[in-house]
């Protein structure tokens, strides 16, 4: 089952889905970075994951663990009310007792992660270290955690030291189960934690070494020596996750299939961004931006209310005559009849967003009414793809945001927040970048939504008659601080030769107007 790794984008993208889903929490960032451990920050609302590369086995194997650990991480933005620090002995053992509350309570809603589960606990054994070579007090706190979490200590440990290690373990499980039967929360398991403090005889402030759950990169264990832990771990964690097959574990064939879909995608992703990188079209980094800040879910949900009949292609219009009498309108005195008008988009849309200096002071507001305006696009089902410009290094870069192939995700909003508006407009400049683009896609309309004069206009008037020449409709969208300032620039985006002008004043607006011209 070795396979080619998924791209990081790819793979921000399912485990955002993923985390929010499990969490049933939409705002949940993730980030992918191999300079920490997994965890969970409930403050900011963000999860932290270490890279699939840093992690054993091949590819596959990786990935389940990878999925798993996104799991937990869920669950425990569910479930938790807080996550201390791993650094000192306290933190770590609450952190530890925790992973155990939560799964249990998590295993009740999401019980096709047992074998999940067990797969990775094995991969978390094997990546624990030896007993002998954690020196010190904090060798007591990690025979703890062997023996709490897997039932077996890889290594030796003094017999004393191993009666206070069992003794605390019993302990932990007793407390643990005690907060699922009685519904209690992390609050109540850290009133515990300094009792199992006192049995292993160490210091809550005790620094705990670090122990990241991966090993050299490329590093595998064989079928049989995976075999071999599994069938360890399946028999210590059988009265917990009942009884399990190991070499059915093994397969992970109720993940594989998911796995071979995210390949797939992922390549057709990759292959697609390869003409828009040959033709100097970027694609912005999304890793470790938070989109939320640009959703704004009134106006979103506001909007698809608006539009959500042109979702199922009727809407219900009353008229002097038509299909049914309505009582009620004659009474209230309307039109009597209503009849049902087909309503579609069939209309294929390439946008281009202005993110010139001037956009700077309301660039917050103006993605939000831009990212609302591709939700609904989005839900409508409607072919659009976005495209944005400003200036980085004193270069003109053209951004690809959202090709007319790839779906409206979270990945695609990153990449909508991570342009910071900066230069001046180039227009002629970034629609020739863009020919290429258009030429093979043909669009029916390239909307153009800026605030400012083009650099060169008698350029803009050129490329914009290629444009025409090629079957496409140009039309620009004039943003302006007044009614009377986006008329004005509605009127110069006129002169040059654009076959629709609009404006707005209001940024909110921007959804309503772009909609209304695709109407069929």
């Known amino acids: 089952m070795q396979a080619v790794q998924l791209q990081s984008d790819s793979l921000g993208e399912i485990a955002t889905f993923l985390v929010r889903r499990w969490a049933e929490k939409d705002s949940v960032i993730v980030e992918i970075s191999d300079k920490t451990e997994t965890k969970t920050h409930l403050k900011e609302n963000r999860v932290s994951l270490t890279p699939l590369e840093k992690r054993i086995g091949n590819d596959f194997q990786k990935y389940r663990q990878f999925r798993t650990s996104l799991w937990?991480?869920?669950?425990?933005?569910?479930?938790?009310?807080?996550?201390?620090?791993?650094?000192?002995?306290?933190?770590?053992?609450?952190?530890?007792?925790?992973?155990?509350?939560?799964?249990?309570l998590g295993r009740r809603i999401w019980r096709g992660m047992d074998a999940e589960i067990i797969f990775n606990y094995t991969y978390m054994l094997v990546a624990r270290p030896q007993l002998h070579t954690v020196y010190g007090k904090a060798r007591t706190v990690e025979a703890f955690y062997q023996y709490f979490m897997f039932g077996v200590l890889k290594g030796e440990i003094q017999a004393s030291s191993f009666t206070k290690v069992k003794q605390a373990a019993e302990f932990a499980k007793k407390i643990v189960k005690q907060a699922i039967e009685e519904r209690q929360d992390t609050e109540w398991i850290e009133k515990n934690v300094s009792q199992i403090i006192k049995m292993l005889d160490i210091d809550s402030l005790l620094t705990i070494p670090i122990s990241l759950p991966f090993m050299k990169a490329g590093m595998a264990l064989s079928e049989e020596e995976l075999l071999k832990v599994l069938r360890v771990i399946s028999e210590n964690k059988e009265?917990?996750?009942?009884?399990?097959?190991?070499?059915?574990?093994?397969?992970?064939?109720?993940?594989?299939?998911?796995?071979?879909?995210?390949?797939?995608?992922?390549?057709?992703?990759?292959?697609?961004?390869?003409?828009t990188e040959a033709i100097g079209v970027?694609?912005?980094?999304?890793?470790?931006?938070?989109e939320t800040t640009i959703y704004d879910m009134g106006l979103i949900n506001g909007l698809k209310t608006k539009f959500k009949e042109w979702k199922t292609g009727w809407k219900e219009r009353h008229l002097v005559s038509g299909d049914e009498f309505d009582e009620e309108s004659y009474i209230q005195g309307h039109e009597p009849f209503f009849t049902d008008i087909r309503k579609s988009i069939k209309t294929k849309i390439v946008i281009l967003l202005d993110h010139s200096s001037s956009i700077a002071s309301d660039a917050i507001e103006y993605k939000k009414a831009t990212l609302a305006l591709c939700e609904v696009l989005s839900f409508l089902k409607v072919k659009f793809a976005v495209y944005a410009f400003s200036t980085e290094n004193r270069s003109m870069v053209c951004w690809s945001i959202k090709p007319e192939n790839v779906k409206w995700n979270s990945t695609t909003a990153k990449r909508l927040a991570k342009i910071v508006a900066n230069g001046s407009t180039p227009l002629a400049e970034v629609y020739d970048k863009m020919f290429p683009i258009l030429q093979s896609k043909r669009p029916d309309i390239f909307l153009t939504l800026t605030d400012g004069e083009p650099s060169d206009p008698d350029a803009v008037r050129s490329m914009g008659k290629s444009f025409k020449g090629l079957g496409i409709s140009m039309v620009a969208l004039g943003l302006g601080p007044s009614t009377v300032r986006a008329t004005a620039i509605a009127n110069n985006l006129r002169r040059l030769g654009y076959e629709k002008t609009m404006a707005v004043s209001r940024l909110n607006d921007i959804p309503n107007k772009v909609i209304r011209i695709l109407e069929v």
Request: net charge negative; aromatic share 8%; hydrophobic share 30%.
């Open 72 to 104: 937990y991480e869920g669950m425990r933005i569910r479930y938790s009310k807080k996550v201390l620090s791993n650094d000192h002995a306290f933190g770590f053992i609450l952190n530890t007792m925790e992973t155990q509350r939560i799964e249990r």
């Open 239 to 275: 009265g917990d996750l009942g009884k399990i097959d190991p070499a059915s574990v093994i397969q992970g064939e109720g993940v594989y299939d998911e796995y071979r879909v995210l390949l797939d995608e992922d390549k057709k992703t990759e292959n697609k961004g390869l003409a």
């Open 282 to 290: 970027q694609v912005p980094a999304d890793r470790n931006i938070d």
